[in-house]
């Protein structure tokens, strides 16, 4: 099974991490999770770690911002983490990739781990998003533009896993809430 590198991002949806890392697990993969530090406002990275048998997060499953520059100085020769990341993953998935993760992601901008990864990626592997947003925020124009860049882009190699319509954590009912995840694995299984 492919090592997939899950990169989370600051969405409601960033509440169903430890379940979809457990399914993930489950499904045979060996999993890696790459945490926006707006992701941490809806999930707690030691709840990883307790599927791990540690009470702590643990360094080498969830990685965070601190963790690629950390307060000790760079020296040559030392390890540039989101390189070491992309070397280690077969694919790339962003479960639930917030409107401002996507719009990074389509203009380029590295402003931390998960985008730096991104715009590291190797272009010929497979980028799997599952966008969670707000109902206005998915119809604005700007989204239907970023996606189209990432298509572009990444020439065949990206898989848009669609948003479904329900009532949003917000109270708006409509299309922007991530894909379930049996959606999100079997997006993995094809192509």
Known sequence: ??????????????????????????????????????????????????????????????????????????RRGDPVLHIELRRWADILLIAPCDANTLAKLALGITDNCLTCVYRAWDRSRRVVIAPAMNTLMWDHPATSRHLAQLAADLRGSLHVVEPISKKLACDDTGMGAMAERAAILAALKSG
């Open 1 to 74: 099974m492919p090592n997939v590198l899950l990169g989370v991002t600051g969405s409601v949806a960033a509440i169903y991490t430890p379940e979809l890392y457990a399914d993930l697990r489950q499904a045979g993969h060996d999993v890696k999770i790459v945490a926006t530090k707006s992701s941490l406002y809806f999930f707690d990275s030691t709840d990883i770690a307790s599927t791990c048998g540690s009470a702590e997060r643990n360094k080498d499953v969830v990685i965070l911002d601190e963790d690629e520059w950390p307060s000790a100085r760079y």
